[in-house]
T-cell receptor, first 110, second 113 residues
Framework: RKEVEQDPGPFNVPEGATVAFNCTYS??????FFWYRQDCRKEPKLLMS?????NEDGRFTAQLNRASQYISLLIRDSKLSDSATYLC???????????WGAGTKLIIKP | ETGVTQTPRHLVMGMTNKKSLKCEQH?????MYWYKQSAKKPLELMFV???????ENNSVPSRFSPECPNSSHLFLHLHTLQPEDSALYLC????????????FGSGTRLTVV
Protein backbone atom coordinates (compact mmCIF):
# COMPACT_ATOMS: atom_id res chain seq x y z
CA ARG A 1 0.00 0.00 0.00
CA LYS A 2 1.32 3.46 -0.90
CA GLU A 3 2.02 5.75 2.03
CA VAL A 4 0.04 8.61 0.53
CA GLU A 5 -2.49 7.78 -2.13
CA GLN A 6 -4.36 10.07 -4.48
CA ASP A 7 -6.65 9.53 -7.45
CA PRO A 8 -4.49 10.70 -10.37
CA GLY A 9 -7.53 11.97 -12.32
CA PRO A 10 -7.83 13.93 -14.45
CA PHE A 11 -10.94 15.50 -13.02
CA ASN A 12 -12.66 17.42 -15.82
CA VAL A 13 -14.93 20.01 -14.23
CA PRO A 14 -16.96 22.88 -15.74
CA GLU A 15 -16.11 26.38 -14.62
CA GLY A 16 -18.15 27.43 -11.61
CA ALA A 17 -18.67 23.91 -10.32
CA THR A 18 -17.59 22.54 -6.96
CA VAL A 19 -14.99 19.79 -6.95
CA ALA A 20 -13.57 17.72 -4.13
CA PHE A 21 -10.84 15.17 -3.92
CA ASN A 22 -9.42 13.05 -1.16
CA CYS A 23 -6.05 11.72 -0.19
CA THR A 24 -5.47 8.74 2.09
CA TYR A 25 -2.41 8.15 4.24
CA SER A 26 -1.18 4.97 5.83
CA UNK A 27 0.61 6.10 8.99
CA UNK A 28 -1.80 6.87 11.81
CA UNK A 29 0.99 8.72 13.66
CA UNK A 30 1.24 11.35 10.92
CA UNK A 31 1.48 14.78 12.41
CA UNK A 32 0.86 17.46 9.84
CA PHE A 33 -0.78 17.69 6.46
CA PHE A 34 -0.63 20.00 3.50
CA TRP A 35 -2.07 20.60 0.05
CA TYR A 36 0.23 21.93 -2.66
CA ARG A 37 -0.63 22.86 -6.22
CA GLN A 38 1.71 22.37 -9.13
CA ASP A 39 1.18 23.94 -12.51
CA CYS A 40 2.51 22.23 -15.61
CA ARG A 41 6.32 22.33 -15.69
CA LYS A 42 6.45 24.54 -12.60
CA GLU A 43 7.43 23.98 -8.98
CA PRO A 44 4.93 22.93 -6.29
CA LYS A 45 3.50 25.80 -4.25
CA LEU A 46 1.95 25.51 -0.82
CA LEU A 47 -1.81 25.93 -1.11
CA MET A 48 -2.80 25.38 2.50
CA SER A 49 -2.01 23.48 5.64
CA UNK A 50 -4.71 21.15 6.93
CA UNK A 51 -5.72 21.50 10.55
CA UNK A 52 -7.61 19.03 12.71
CA UNK A 53 -10.62 21.32 12.95
CA UNK A 54 -10.70 21.90 9.20
CA ASN A 55 -9.83 25.21 7.61
CA GLU A 56 -10.98 27.45 4.84
CA ASP A 57 -9.17 29.92 2.63
CA GLY A 58 -11.50 31.71 0.27
CA ARG A 59 -12.95 29.15 -2.13
CA PHE A 60 -10.79 26.34 -0.73
CA THR A 61 -11.68 24.15 2.24
CA ALA A 62 -9.44 21.46 3.68
CA GLN A 63 -10.58 18.74 6.07
CA LEU A 64 -8.74 16.09 8.07
CA ASN A 65 -10.34 12.82 9.14
CA ARG A 66 -7.91 11.07 11.46
CA ALA A 67 -10.21 8.12 12.15
CA SER A 68 -10.36 7.19 8.46
CA GLN A 69 -6.92 8.58 7.70
CA TYR A 70 -7.72 10.89 4.86
CA ILE A 71 -7.61 14.55 4.03
CA SER A 72 -9.81 16.33 1.54
CA LEU A 73 -9.76 19.48 -0.53
CA LEU A 74 -12.93 21.19 -1.69
CA ILE A 75 -12.86 23.92 -4.31
CA ARG A 76 -16.01 26.00 -4.75
CA ASP A 77 -16.91 28.17 -7.75
CA SER A 78 -13.98 26.75 -9.69
CA LYS A 79 -12.01 29.04 -12.02
CA LEU A 80 -10.04 28.24 -15.14
CA SER A 81 -6.92 29.20 -13.20
CA ASP A 82 -7.57 26.37 -10.73
CA SER A 83 -6.43 23.91 -13.40
CA ALA A 84 -3.33 22.27 -11.94
CA THR A 85 -2.13 19.14 -10.20
CA TYR A 86 -2.94 19.05 -6.49
CA LEU A 87 -0.42 17.28 -4.28
CA CYS A 88 -1.26 15.85 -0.90
CA UNK A 89 1.61 15.88 1.58
CA UNK A 90 1.91 14.23 4.97
CA UNK A 91 4.55 14.75 7.63
CA UNK A 92 5.21 11.51 9.46
CA UNK A 93 8.17 11.88 11.74
CA UNK A 94 9.99 15.10 11.31
CA UNK A 95 10.14 18.08 9.08
CA UNK A 96 12.62 16.19 6.97
CA UNK A 97 10.35 13.45 5.82
CA UNK A 98 7.36 14.88 4.06
CA UNK A 99 5.64 12.06 2.20
CA TRP A 100 4.21 13.20 -1.13
CA GLY A 101 1.31 11.85 -3.09
CA ALA A 102 1.66 11.61 -6.85
CA GLY A 103 -1.01 14.27 -7.33
CA THR A 104 -4.52 14.69 -8.69
CA LYS A 105 -4.83 16.50 -12.00
CA LEU A 106 -7.70 18.98 -12.22
CA ILE A 107 -8.85 20.52 -15.50
CA ILE A 108 -11.44 23.30 -15.38
CA LYS A 109 -13.30 23.70 -18.66
CA PRO A 110 -15.03 26.89 -19.82
CA GLU B 1 15.84 39.15 -4.11
CA THR B 2 13.42 36.92 -2.18
CA GLY B 3 12.31 33.30 -2.22
CA VAL B 4 14.26 30.32 -3.50
CA THR B 5 16.32 30.74 -6.66
CA GLN B 6 17.67 27.86 -8.70
CA THR B 7 20.11 27.92 -11.58
CA PRO B 8 20.29 26.88 -14.31
CA ARG B 9 16.64 26.47 -15.34
CA HIS B 10 17.54 23.95 -18.03
CA LEU B 11 20.59 21.75 -18.42
CA VAL B 12 21.57 19.24 -21.08
CA MET B 13 24.64 17.21 -20.30
CA GLY B 14 26.45 14.20 -21.63
CA MET B 15 27.08 11.15 -19.51
CA THR B 16 30.75 12.02 -19.06
CA ASN B 17 30.20 15.67 -18.08
CA LYS B 18 30.46 17.27 -14.66
CA LYS B 19 28.00 20.02 -13.79
CA SER B 20 26.55 21.66 -10.69
CA LEU B 21 23.09 22.88 -9.79
CA LYS B 22 22.83 25.89 -7.52
CA CYS B 23 20.14 26.90 -5.06
CA GLU B 24 19.90 30.05 -2.98
CA GLN B 25 17.26 31.06 -0.43
CA HIS B 26 16.63 34.46 1.11
CA UNK B 27 13.91 33.43 3.54
CA UNK B 28 16.00 32.88 6.65
CA UNK B 29 15.11 29.18 6.67
CA UNK B 30 17.26 26.65 8.50
CA UNK B 31 16.65 23.61 6.32
CA MET B 32 17.27 23.03 2.63
CA TYR B 33 16.35 20.07 0.44
CA TRP B 34 17.02 18.50 -2.93
CA TYR B 35 14.14 16.65 -4.58
CA LYS B 36 13.88 14.75 -7.85
CA GLN B 37 10.63 14.75 -9.79
CA SER B 38 10.18 12.30 -12.65
CA ALA B 39 7.09 12.21 -14.85
CA LYS B 40 3.96 10.89 -13.11
CA LYS B 41 5.88 9.95 -9.95
CA PRO B 42 5.77 11.45 -6.47
CA LEU B 43 8.51 13.81 -5.46
CA GLU B 44 11.57 11.86 -4.29
CA LEU B 45 13.58 13.33 -1.43
CA MET B 46 17.30 13.15 -2.16
CA PHE B 47 19.13 15.16 0.50
CA VAL B 48 18.32 17.32 3.50
CA UNK B 49 20.53 19.86 5.20
CA UNK B 50 19.59 21.37 8.52
CA UNK B 51 21.77 24.16 9.88
CA UNK B 52 24.31 23.24 7.19
CA UNK B 53 24.56 19.65 8.35
CA UNK B 54 23.36 16.81 6.16
CA UNK B 55 20.61 15.02 8.04
CA GLU B 56 19.09 12.82 5.34
CA ASN B 57 20.55 10.98 2.40
CA ASN B 58 17.93 8.76 0.84
CA SER B 59 20.12 6.12 -0.82
CA VAL B 60 21.04 8.43 -3.64
CA PRO B 61 23.76 7.18 -6.05
CA SER B 62 27.18 8.68 -5.48
CA ARG B 63 27.10 10.36 -8.89
CA PHE B 64 25.00 12.99 -7.06
CA SER B 65 26.98 14.92 -4.48
CA PRO B 66 25.41 17.72 -2.39
CA GLU B 67 27.20 20.63 -0.79
CA CYS B 68 25.88 23.20 1.67
CA PRO B 69 28.51 25.88 2.34
CA ASN B 70 26.12 28.04 4.42
CA SER B 71 22.48 28.20 5.39
CA SER B 72 21.51 30.17 2.27
CA HIS B 73 23.21 28.11 -0.42
CA LEU B 74 22.92 24.54 -1.60
CA PHE B 75 24.62 22.82 -4.51
CA LEU B 76 24.12 19.50 -6.25
CA HIS B 77 27.23 18.31 -8.07
CA LEU B 78 26.60 15.91 -10.92
CA HIS B 79 29.04 13.57 -12.64
CA THR B 80 28.80 10.55 -14.93
CA LEU B 81 25.01 10.64 -14.91
CA GLN B 82 22.77 8.17 -16.69
CA PRO B 83 19.87 8.92 -19.06
CA GLU B 84 17.42 7.77 -16.36
CA ASP B 85 18.63 10.66 -14.21
CA SER B 86 16.83 13.05 -16.56
CA ALA B 87 14.19 14.76 -14.42
CA LEU B 88 13.18 18.00 -12.75
CA TYR B 89 15.45 18.72 -9.78
CA LEU B 90 13.83 20.91 -7.18
CA CYS B 91 15.42 22.73 -4.30
CA UNK B 92 13.30 23.71 -1.32
CA UNK B 93 13.77 25.38 2.03
CA UNK B 94 11.78 25.53 5.24
CA UNK B 95 11.98 26.52 8.87
CA UNK B 96 12.69 23.55 11.10
CA UNK B 97 9.67 21.99 12.81
CA UNK B 98 6.88 19.68 11.75
CA UNK B 99 4.22 22.23 10.98
CA UNK B 100 5.89 24.15 8.21
CA UNK B 101 5.53 23.60 4.52
CA UNK B 102 8.31 24.08 2.03
CA UNK B 103 9.11 26.86 -0.40
CA PHE B 104 10.40 25.49 -3.69
CA GLY B 105 12.65 26.95 -6.30
CA SER B 106 11.53 26.82 -9.91
CA GLY B 107 13.67 23.76 -10.56
CA THR B 108 16.32 22.66 -13.02
CA ARG B 109 15.07 20.52 -15.88
CA LEU B 110 17.94 18.14 -16.53
CA THR B 111 18.36 16.05 -19.65
CA VAL B 112 21.18 13.51 -19.81
CA VAL B 113 22.13 12.47 -23.32
Amino acid sequence: RKEVEQDPGPFNVPEGATVAFNCTYSNSASQSFFWYRQDCRKEPKLLMSVYSSGNEDGRFTAQLNRASQYISLLIRDSKLSDSATYLCVVNERSNYQLIWGAGTKLIIKP
Amino acid sequence: ETGVTQTPRHLVMGMTNKKSLKCEQHLGHNAMYWYKQSAKKPLELMFVYSLEERVENNSVPSRFSPECPNSSHLFLHLHTLQPEDSALYLCASSPTGVNYGYTFGSGTRLTVV
